[in-house]
């Protein structure tokens, strides 16, 4: 370790150059002027530009490919126990008359619906 410190020793300048007059002002004006970027100028920058439209096309194409195989146009793909249950046929006729005159028999009904579903 000690052979390594004396190494980087001696890699260290000789002497701490002078920096010119004026310097350090200069540096603070070309930080001003370049001043910080606008949150409109990275919409111009090609290359997020580019980015952000095939990130935009991928959701379009992701959300209209969820709407054309969820829409009631197609064969139904799936249904949720409260979608079953709005369909009237799904239930038989018995069971549709009087609901809500019997709570037993409408909460043994729902049982037996949300047992029976499957995705």
Do not use: C, I
Not at 4 to 31: I, M, T
Not at 43 to 51: A, E, I, Q, T, W
Not at 63 to 75: C, D, E, K, R, V
């Amino acid at each position: 370790m000690s052979l390594q410190a004396d190494v980087l020793r001696s890699l260290k300048a000789p002497e701490v150059p002078e920096l010119s007059a004026g310097f350090y002002a200069r540096v603070l004006q070309r930080v001003e002027a370049q001043g910080r970027p606008s949150f409109w100028s990275l919409l111009l920058d090609p290359v997020f530009g580019r980015r952000l439209v095939y990130a935009t096309a991928s959701m379009f194409l992701l959300m209209a490919s969820f709407l054309l195989a969820t829409s009631g146009n197609g064969p139904e793909l799936a249904q949720t126990p409260v979608e079953m249950m709005a369909q009237p046929e799904a239930t038989p006729a018995a069971m549709r008359v009087g609901v809500g005159e019997d709570v037993q028999r409408d909460r043994e009904h729902f049982l037996a619906t949300m047992a029976s579903f499957s995705e």
